[in-house]
């Protein structure tokens, strides 16, 4: 089992930046890949962006690519997510994950077997 704790949320104006960082307990982090997810008021949990056990493939959402970087660091069993470029349609909470899959990204929610509690992001217009 693995445990997940975010942080890095806060509030932030149009065009800025924020990186989230996802620490993780428990045992073999690299065994895990890794997502973020999103959800906004009254949505539905999206995929954000994903990276494989040893960080060598990631996908991101057509909505953040190019913006966003997820990338980890398996000794400090940390996942990051760097945010470039944020608008009012970022706001949300998001998600750290972590599923078993091991030969691609999951892209799907129930792929994901454990979750953090979220984190705020609000970006302000």
């Known amino acids: 089992q693995v445990q997940l704790v975010e942080s890095g949320g806060g509030l932030v104006q149009a065009g800025g930046s924020l990186r989230l960082s996802c620490a993780a307990s428990g045992r073999a982090f690299s065994q895990y890949a890794l997502g973020w997810f999103r959800q906004a008021p009254g949505g539905e949990r999206e995929f954000v962006a994903g990276?494989?056990?040893?960080?060598?493939?990631?996908s991101y959402a057509k909505s953040v690519r190019g913006r966003f970087t997820i990338s980890r660091d398996n000794p400090r069993n940390t996942v990051y997510l760097r945010m470039n470029y944020l608008t009012p349609e970022d706001t949300a909470v998001y998600y750290c994950a972590a599923s078993t899959i091991g030969t691609r990204v999951p892209g799907a929610r129930y792929e994901y077997s454990y979750w953090g509690q979220g984190t705020q992001v609000t970006v302000s217009s």
């Open positions: 990276i494989t056990r040893n960080g060598v493939m990631t």
